[in-house]
Protein backbone atom coordinates (compact mmCIF):
# COMPACT_ATOMS: atom_id res chain seq x y z
CA UNK A 1 0.00 0.00 0.00
CA UNK A 2 1.06 3.55 -0.87
CA UNK A 3 0.31 5.16 2.33
CA UNK A 4 -1.79 8.78 2.93
CA UNK A 5 1.15 10.51 4.46
CA UNK A 6 3.67 8.74 7.25
CA UNK A 7 6.55 10.33 9.23
CA UNK A 8 9.69 10.26 8.16
CA UNK A 9 12.63 9.63 11.09
CA UNK A 10 16.11 10.30 9.73
CA UNK A 11 18.12 12.17 11.76
CA UNK A 12 18.96 12.50 15.28
CA UNK A 13 15.59 11.17 16.86
CA UNK A 14 17.68 8.04 17.93
CA UNK A 15 20.72 9.93 18.94
CA UNK A 16 18.34 12.38 22.10
CA UNK A 17 15.38 9.81 23.20
CA UNK A 18 18.75 7.93 24.35
CA UNK A 19 20.15 10.33 25.66
CA UNK A 20 16.70 11.09 27.88
CA UNK A 21 16.87 7.50 28.74
CA UNK A 22 20.35 6.85 29.46
CA UNK A 23 19.96 10.65 31.65
CA UNK A 24 17.05 9.37 33.54
CA UNK A 25 15.21 12.97 32.23
CA UNK A 26 12.30 10.38 30.59
CA UNK A 27 9.08 13.10 32.25
CA UNK A 28 7.66 16.42 31.95
CA UNK A 29 10.87 18.06 32.10
CA UNK A 30 14.19 18.71 30.56
CA UNK A 31 17.03 19.89 28.62
CA UNK A 32 14.87 18.33 25.39
CA UNK A 33 11.78 19.97 26.35
CA UNK A 34 13.36 23.64 26.80
CA UNK A 35 15.52 23.38 23.06
CA UNK A 36 11.73 22.16 21.59
CA UNK A 37 10.04 24.41 23.00
CA UNK A 38 12.83 27.32 22.10
CA UNK A 39 13.06 25.63 18.57
CA UNK A 40 9.34 26.24 17.73
CA UNK A 41 9.49 29.70 18.99
CA UNK A 42 11.88 31.18 16.93
CA UNK A 43 10.72 29.11 13.86
CA UNK A 44 7.28 30.63 13.97
CA UNK A 45 8.86 33.97 15.19
CA UNK A 46 7.53 34.00 18.16
CA UNK A 47 8.36 34.96 22.04
CA UNK A 48 7.14 31.83 23.77
CA UNK A 49 6.12 28.32 23.35
CA UNK A 50 4.56 25.95 25.92
CA UNK A 51 4.70 22.37 24.90
CA UNK A 52 1.68 20.01 25.76
CA UNK A 53 0.61 16.82 25.40
CA UNK A 54 -1.11 16.67 22.26
CA UNK A 55 -2.98 19.68 20.30
CA UNK A 56 -6.28 19.16 21.28
CA UNK A 57 -5.05 20.41 24.56
CA UNK A 58 -2.79 23.12 23.65
CA UNK A 59 -6.18 24.12 21.95
CA UNK A 60 -8.09 23.52 25.39
CA UNK A 61 -5.49 26.01 26.98
CA UNK A 62 -5.29 28.74 24.25
CA UNK A 63 -9.06 28.89 24.88
CA UNK A 64 -9.54 29.19 28.02
CA UNK A 65 -6.70 31.83 28.55
CA UNK A 66 -8.25 33.50 25.77
CA UNK A 67 -11.69 33.90 28.00
CA UNK A 68 -13.33 31.40 26.45
CA UNK A 69 -16.10 30.00 28.74
CA UNK A 70 -19.36 28.16 29.33
CA UNK A 71 -22.16 29.23 26.90
CA UNK A 72 -19.86 31.78 24.74
CA UNK A 73 -19.86 31.07 21.02
CA UNK A 74 -16.54 31.01 19.21
CA UNK A 75 -16.40 30.66 15.63
CA UNK A 76 -15.18 27.59 13.73
CA UNK A 77 -14.83 26.46 10.22
CA UNK A 78 -17.63 23.75 9.42
CA UNK A 79 -14.42 22.01 7.20
CA UNK A 80 -11.77 21.01 9.60
CA UNK A 81 -10.60 17.95 12.09
CA UNK A 82 -13.07 17.98 14.78
CA UNK A 83 -10.28 19.02 17.82
CA UNK A 84 -10.69 22.23 17.70
CA UNK A 85 -14.47 22.05 18.59
CA UNK A 86 -14.26 19.40 21.03
CA UNK A 87 -11.72 21.60 22.37
CA UNK A 88 -14.23 24.55 22.45
CA UNK A 89 -16.97 21.82 24.06
CA UNK A 90 -14.29 21.21 27.05
CA UNK A 91 -14.64 25.06 27.76
CA UNK A 92 -18.34 24.31 27.75
CA UNK A 93 -18.63 26.59 24.78
CA UNK A 94 -20.30 26.24 21.45
CA UNK A 95 -18.64 26.18 18.24
CA UNK A 96 -20.66 28.66 15.27
CA UNK A 97 -19.65 26.88 12.12
CA UNK A 98 -18.62 29.24 9.08
CA UNK A 99 -18.54 27.81 5.56
CA UNK A 100 -14.99 27.49 3.73
CA UNK A 101 -14.45 30.04 0.43
CA UNK A 102 -14.20 28.08 -2.69
CA UNK A 103 -11.56 29.45 -4.11
CA UNK A 104 -8.77 28.30 -1.14
CA UNK A 105 -10.87 26.21 0.91
CA UNK A 106 -10.01 28.17 3.65
CA UNK A 107 -12.49 29.36 6.58
CA UNK A 108 -14.61 32.92 4.70
CA UNK A 109 -13.60 35.72 6.13
CA UNK A 110 -16.75 37.41 4.07
CA UNK A 111 -18.92 34.71 5.91
CA UNK A 112 -17.55 35.81 9.20
CA UNK A 113 -18.30 39.61 8.26
CA UNK A 114 -22.03 38.81 7.19
CA UNK A 115 -22.79 36.50 10.16
CA UNK A 116 -21.35 39.16 12.52
CA UNK A 117 -23.06 41.71 10.87
CA UNK A 118 -26.31 40.27 10.03
CA UNK A 119 -26.99 37.61 12.74
CA UNK A 120 -25.40 39.47 16.00
CA UNK A 121 -26.63 42.04 18.23
CA UNK A 122 -24.87 44.54 20.89
CA UNK A 123 -26.52 43.70 24.19
CA UNK A 124 -25.03 45.55 27.35
CA UNK A 125 -22.04 45.83 25.94
CA UNK A 126 -21.71 42.26 25.30
CA UNK A 127 -22.25 40.57 21.26
CA UNK A 128 -24.76 38.39 21.07
CA UNK A 129 -25.74 35.51 18.27
CA UNK A 130 -29.44 36.54 17.52
CA UNK A 131 -30.33 32.96 17.15
CA UNK A 132 -29.06 30.84 20.10
CA UNK A 133 -28.79 34.01 22.82
CA UNK A 134 -25.44 33.48 23.40
CA UNK A 135 -22.08 35.54 23.54
CA UNK A 136 -19.69 35.52 20.67
CA UNK A 137 -15.99 35.50 22.48
CA UNK A 138 -13.98 34.44 19.72
CA UNK A 139 -12.54 33.11 15.96
CA UNK A 140 -10.80 30.23 15.60
CA UNK A 141 -8.99 29.99 12.00
CA UNK A 142 -7.95 26.50 11.14
CA UNK A 143 -4.92 26.76 8.54
CA UNK A 144 -6.67 23.40 7.11
CA UNK A 145 -3.96 20.99 4.75
CA UNK A 146 -0.85 23.17 4.56
CA UNK A 147 -2.05 26.54 3.57
CA UNK A 148 -3.06 29.64 5.42
CA UNK A 149 -6.02 31.63 5.95
CA UNK A 150 -6.86 34.59 4.95
CA UNK A 151 -5.66 36.30 8.02
CA UNK A 152 -6.06 40.16 7.80
CA UNK A 153 -9.46 41.02 7.49
CA UNK A 154 -10.14 38.19 10.44
CA UNK A 155 -7.67 40.55 12.65
CA UNK A 156 -9.63 43.22 11.50
CA UNK A 157 -13.64 42.22 12.09
CA UNK A 158 -12.19 40.31 15.18
CA UNK A 159 -10.73 44.08 16.64
CA UNK A 160 -14.09 45.71 15.18
CA UNK A 161 -16.23 42.79 17.35
CA UNK A 162 -13.98 42.71 20.44
CA UNK A 163 -13.20 39.00 19.53
CA UNK A 164 -9.96 37.50 20.43
CA UNK A 165 -8.40 35.37 17.79
CA UNK A 166 -6.76 31.63 18.91
CA UNK A 167 -5.36 29.93 15.34
CA UNK A 168 -4.96 26.57 14.89
CA UNK A 169 -1.88 26.11 13.40
CA UNK A 170 -1.35 22.67 13.19
CA UNK A 171 -1.67 22.02 9.59
CA UNK A 172 0.17 24.36 8.09
CA UNK A 173 3.38 24.96 10.57
CA UNK A 174 6.03 26.43 7.76
CA UNK A 175 3.46 28.10 5.97
CA UNK A 176 3.45 31.88 5.28
CA UNK A 177 1.34 34.46 4.88
CA UNK A 178 1.91 37.94 3.82
CA UNK A 179 6.05 37.16 4.73
CA UNK A 180 4.80 36.26 8.26
CA UNK A 181 4.92 32.78 9.27
CA UNK A 182 1.92 30.72 10.52
CA UNK A 183 1.68 30.48 13.99
CA UNK A 184 2.26 34.48 14.90
CA UNK A 185 -0.44 36.01 13.12
CA UNK A 186 -3.46 35.41 16.16
CA UNK A 187 -2.84 36.62 19.71
CA UNK A 188 -2.34 32.39 20.75
CA UNK A 189 -1.80 29.92 18.66
CA UNK A 190 -1.93 26.07 18.80
CA UNK A 191 0.16 23.24 16.63
CA UNK A 192 0.15 19.49 17.13
CA UNK A 193 2.62 16.93 15.79
CA UNK A 194 0.74 13.39 15.87
CA UNK A 195 2.19 10.88 13.63
CA UNK A 196 0.95 12.53 10.20
CA UNK A 197 1.71 16.13 11.02
CA UNK A 198 4.76 17.87 9.30
CA UNK A 199 6.79 16.91 12.23
CA UNK A 200 6.14 14.51 14.51
CA UNK A 201 6.76 13.54 18.37
CA UNK A 202 4.43 10.65 18.43
CA UNK A 203 1.78 12.63 19.98
CA UNK A 204 1.96 16.28 21.21
CA UNK A 205 1.23 20.00 20.62
CA UNK A 206 2.25 23.77 21.30
CA UNK A 207 1.23 26.67 22.42
CA UNK A 208 2.50 29.65 21.15
CA UNK A 209 2.37 33.77 21.96
CA UNK A 210 3.93 36.71 22.26
CA UNK A 211 2.38 37.32 25.53
CA UNK A 212 4.14 36.76 28.46
CA UNK A 213 1.48 36.64 30.93
CA UNK A 214 -0.38 33.94 28.56
CA UNK A 215 2.61 32.12 28.49
CA UNK A 216 3.12 31.82 32.03
CA UNK A 217 -0.48 31.18 32.53
CA UNK A 218 -0.07 28.41 30.09
CA UNK A 219 2.88 26.87 31.72
CA UNK A 220 1.24 26.78 34.64
CA UNK A 221 -2.64 25.15 33.82
CA UNK A 222 -1.16 22.69 31.51
CA UNK A 223 1.14 21.87 34.84
CA UNK A 224 -1.85 21.00 37.46
CA UNK A 225 -1.86 24.78 38.53
CA UNK A 226 0.94 24.53 41.07
CA UNK A 227 1.66 27.15 43.40
CA UNK A 228 3.95 25.85 45.40
CA UNK A 229 5.57 22.26 44.55
CA UNK A 230 6.96 21.76 47.89
CA UNK A 231 3.40 22.09 50.13
CA UNK A 232 1.40 20.83 46.85
CA UNK A 233 -0.46 24.01 46.95
CA UNK A 234 -2.74 24.31 43.89
CA UNK A 235 -5.51 27.58 43.70
CA UNK A 236 -7.42 26.12 40.73
CA UNK A 237 -8.31 23.31 38.81
CA UNK A 238 -5.34 22.57 36.27
CA UNK A 239 -4.34 19.39 33.99
CA UNK A 240 -1.99 17.57 33.68
CA UNK A 241 -1.03 18.20 29.70
CA UNK A 242 2.92 19.08 29.58
CA UNK A 243 5.08 17.23 27.27
CA UNK A 244 7.16 14.39 27.58
CA UNK A 245 11.20 14.82 27.58
CA UNK A 246 10.97 11.62 25.35
CA UNK A 247 8.62 13.23 23.26
CA UNK A 248 10.25 16.74 23.35
CA UNK A 249 13.62 14.93 21.80
CA UNK A 250 12.08 13.53 19.19
CA UNK A 251 10.49 16.63 17.79
CA UNK A 252 14.10 18.76 18.29
CA UNK A 253 15.18 15.97 16.05
CA UNK A 254 12.62 16.62 13.28
CA UNK A 255 12.80 20.21 13.68
CA UNK A 256 16.50 20.06 12.42
CA UNK A 257 14.72 18.95 9.51
CA UNK A 258 11.65 20.82 8.94
CA UNK A 259 13.17 22.88 5.67
CA UNK A 260 13.84 19.51 3.61
CA UNK A 261 10.49 18.27 4.99
CA UNK A 262 8.62 20.55 3.55
CA UNK A 263 10.67 21.00 0.35
CA UNK A 264 9.77 18.03 -0.15
CA UNK A 265 5.44 18.26 0.26
CA UNK A 266 6.14 21.29 -1.83
CA UNK A 267 8.08 19.14 -4.82
CA UNK A 268 5.37 16.46 -4.43
CA UNK A 269 2.52 19.52 -4.77
CA UNK A 270 4.10 20.56 -8.17
CA UNK A 271 4.23 17.27 -9.70
CA UNK A 272 0.40 16.23 -9.08
CA UNK A 273 -0.23 19.81 -10.40
CA UNK A 274 1.75 19.38 -13.74
CA UNK A 275 0.48 15.81 -13.60
CA UNK A 276 -3.51 16.28 -12.95
CA UNK A 277 -4.31 19.72 -14.10
CA UNK A 278 -5.12 18.83 -17.60
CA UNK A 279 -7.09 15.65 -16.74
CA UNK A 280 -10.79 16.64 -17.20
CA UNK A 281 -13.02 16.75 -14.12
CA UNK A 282 -9.54 17.12 -11.63
CA UNK A 283 -9.14 20.33 -10.12
CA UNK A 284 -5.52 20.34 -8.14
CA UNK A 285 -4.92 21.68 -5.01
CA UNK A 286 -5.62 25.58 -5.52
CA UNK A 287 -3.48 28.01 -3.33
CA UNK A 288 -3.66 32.24 -3.04
CA UNK A 289 -0.98 34.66 -4.10
CA UNK A 290 -0.16 35.48 -1.05
CA UNK A 291 0.38 32.68 0.44
CA UNK A 292 3.45 30.35 0.65
CA UNK A 293 1.46 26.98 1.58
CA UNK A 294 3.54 23.98 2.57
CA UNK A 295 1.10 21.38 0.42
CA UNK A 296 0.80 19.20 4.07
CA UNK A 297 -1.85 17.17 2.73
CA UNK A 298 -2.47 17.26 -0.69
CA UNK A 299 -5.61 17.10 -1.90
CA UNK A 300 -7.64 17.45 -5.37
CA UNK A 301 -11.37 17.77 -6.44
CA UNK A 302 -12.95 14.93 -8.85
CA UNK A 303 -16.23 16.60 -10.55
CA UNK A 304 -17.82 13.04 -11.03
CA UNK A 305 -19.91 14.69 -14.41
CA UNK A 306 -17.29 15.56 -16.10
CA UNK A 307 -14.17 12.66 -14.75
CA UNK A 308 -16.78 9.94 -15.17
CA UNK A 309 -16.56 8.32 -11.22
CA UNK A 310 -17.42 10.19 -7.76
CA UNK A 311 -14.59 11.06 -5.36
CA UNK A 312 -15.74 7.74 -3.50
CA UNK A 313 -15.60 5.47 -6.33
CA UNK A 314 -11.92 6.22 -7.13
CA UNK A 315 -11.02 6.42 -3.43
CA UNK A 316 -12.18 2.60 -3.89
CA UNK A 317 -10.55 1.74 -6.65
CA UNK A 318 -7.07 3.61 -5.76
CA UNK A 319 -7.23 1.33 -2.63
CA UNK A 320 -7.61 -1.95 -5.02
CA UNK A 321 -4.55 -0.51 -6.63
CA UNK A 322 -2.84 -0.75 -3.35
CA UNK A 323 -3.01 3.37 -3.23
CA UNK A 324 -4.29 4.99 -0.16
CA UNK A 325 -6.64 8.11 -0.31
CA UNK A 326 -9.14 9.66 2.12
CA UNK A 327 -12.12 12.28 1.51
CA UNK A 328 -12.65 15.02 3.82
CA UNK A 329 -13.65 15.08 6.92
CA UNK A 330 -17.46 15.13 7.33
CA UNK A 331 -18.68 18.79 8.21
CA UNK A 332 -18.71 19.42 11.52
CA UNK A 333 -22.24 21.11 11.49
CA UNK A 334 -23.85 17.51 10.90
CA UNK A 335 -22.54 15.06 13.11
CA UNK A 336 -24.52 13.91 16.32
CA UNK A 337 -22.57 16.02 19.36
CA UNK A 338 -22.45 19.51 17.14
CA UNK A 339 -26.51 19.42 15.55
CA UNK A 340 -27.39 21.96 18.70
CA UNK A 341 -24.84 23.97 17.68
CA UNK A 342 -25.24 27.26 14.91
CA UNK A 343 -24.13 26.84 11.49
CA UNK A 344 -24.30 29.56 8.80
CA UNK A 345 -24.79 29.43 5.25
CA UNK A 346 -22.84 26.61 5.09
CA UNK A 347 -22.20 25.70 1.30
CA UNK A 348 -18.91 24.84 -0.38
CA UNK A 349 -17.80 23.00 2.78
CA UNK A 350 -20.81 20.01 1.61
CA UNK A 351 -19.42 20.56 -2.10
CA UNK A 352 -15.78 20.18 -1.17
CA UNK A 353 -16.70 17.21 1.39
CA UNK A 354 -18.50 15.07 -1.71
CA UNK A 355 -15.63 15.87 -4.32
CA UNK A 356 -12.54 16.24 -2.47
CA UNK A 357 -9.73 13.29 -1.99
CA UNK A 358 -6.28 13.14 -0.56
CA UNK A 359 -3.74 11.82 -2.00
CA UNK A 360 -0.20 10.17 -0.82
CA UNK A 361 2.05 12.86 -0.17
CA UNK A 362 4.38 11.55 2.84
CA UNK A 363 7.57 13.37 2.88
CA UNK A 364 9.30 9.74 2.14
CA UNK A 365 7.20 9.59 -1.12
CA UNK A 366 9.35 7.73 -3.97
CA UNK A 367 8.93 9.22 -7.02
CA UNK A 368 7.88 5.91 -8.73
CA UNK A 369 5.30 5.66 -6.13
CA UNK A 370 3.58 8.93 -6.99
CA UNK A 371 4.39 8.59 -11.12
CA UNK A 372 2.01 5.17 -9.93
CA UNK A 373 -0.70 7.48 -8.28
CA UNK A 374 -0.87 9.55 -11.11
CA UNK A 375 -1.10 6.64 -13.94
CA UNK A 376 -3.86 5.01 -12.03
CA UNK A 377 -5.59 8.44 -11.66
CA UNK A 378 -5.44 8.78 -15.50
CA UNK A 379 -6.22 5.39 -16.10
CA UNK A 380 -9.85 4.85 -14.09
CA UNK A 381 -10.71 8.37 -15.63
CA UNK A 382 -14.39 7.00 -16.92
CA UNK A 383 -13.98 3.71 -15.60
C1 LIG B 1 -6.48 21.07 12.52
C2 LIG B 1 -6.15 20.15 13.66
N1 LIG B 1 -6.23 20.62 14.91
C3 LIG B 1 -5.94 19.84 15.96
C4 LIG B 1 -5.55 18.53 15.80
C5 LIG B 1 -5.40 17.70 17.02
O1 LIG B 1 -4.16 17.40 17.40
P1 LIG B 1 -3.87 16.16 18.35
O2 LIG B 1 -4.21 14.91 17.59
O3 LIG B 1 -2.41 16.29 18.61
O4 LIG B 1 -4.67 16.31 19.59
C6 LIG B 1 -5.41 18.00 14.49
C7 LIG B 1 -4.93 16.67 14.17
O5 LIG B 1 -4.71 15.75 14.84
C8 LIG B 1 -5.74 18.84 13.40
O6 LIG B 1 -5.65 18.38 12.14
Known amino acids: MIPLCEPKIQGNEWKYVKD ?3 SGWVSSVGEYVDKFEGSL ?5 SQYAVACVNGTSALHIALLIAGVGQGDEVLLPALTFIAPANAIRYTGAWPV ?4 SFDIWQMDPQKIKDFLTKECTWRQGKLVNNKTGRIVRAILPVHILGHPVDMDPILELAGKFGLEVIGDATE ?7 GRKIGSLSGISALSFNG ?3 ITTGGGGMIITDNKEWAARARYLTTQAKDDSLEYIHNEIGYN ?3 SNIQAALGLAQMENIDSYIASKRNIAAHYREKLQNIPGISPMPFAVWAKPIFWLYTILIDAAKFGISSRDLLAKLRKDGIQSRPFWHPLCGLKPFKQAYAYQIEVTDRLYRDGLSLPCSVGLKNEEQDKVIETISRLKGE
Open 172 to 178: SLGASYK
Open 241 to 243: YRL
Open 20 to 22: CLD
Open 97 to 100: FIDV
Open 196 to 198: NKI
Open 41 to 45: ASYTG
